[in-house]
């Protein structure tokens, strides 16, 4: 019996997770694949599109493309979490994935300093990630 009520818990959709929460684990899940200068921004006061924004870096177009593919796939499997929109995946040089309260780019490294994003936000306040 309790076999049976483990079953069933296992298929619920995980708890609502905060913004932050949601943020925190997506830096997580992309340094679990090696992704690079991982950087949360709180722009909850600055931006009225999203509450945080995560940027990240890989050392090239393959490993950008497996960073994006490996958030898509944990967030939906491990945190219930539905991605609204993602651009820029066939190319592995900058993907932009929309997680509405947070919106999540992975650059290829080159093209991160070109964009310089983190320049946008230079005020706002960083969430450390460990």
């Not at 309260?101 to 320049?119: A, C, K, N, P, W």
């Amino acid at each position: 019996m309790a076999t049976a009520k483990r079953g069933r818990a296992d298929r619920r959709r995980p708890a609502e997770q905060s913004p932050k929460e949601l943020a925190l684990a997506i830096a997580d899940i992309g340094l679990d694949k090696k992704a690079l200068n991982v950087e949360i921004i709180d722009v909850r006061d600055k931006s009225d599109y999203a509450d945080f924004v995560v940027l990240m870096s890989g050392r090239s177009d393959r490993q950008v493309s497996a960073i994006a593919d490996h958030l898509l796939g944990q967030l939906a499997r491990k945190h219930g979490a539905r991605c609204m929109g993602v651009e820029g995946h066939s190319h592995g040089v900058w993907v932009l994935m929309d997680y509405g309260d947070v919106v999540v780019h992975v650059f290829h490294e080159d093209t991160r300093g070109y964009y310089d994003l983190e320049s946008l936000w230079i005020d706002a306040a960083r969430v450390s990630v460990d």
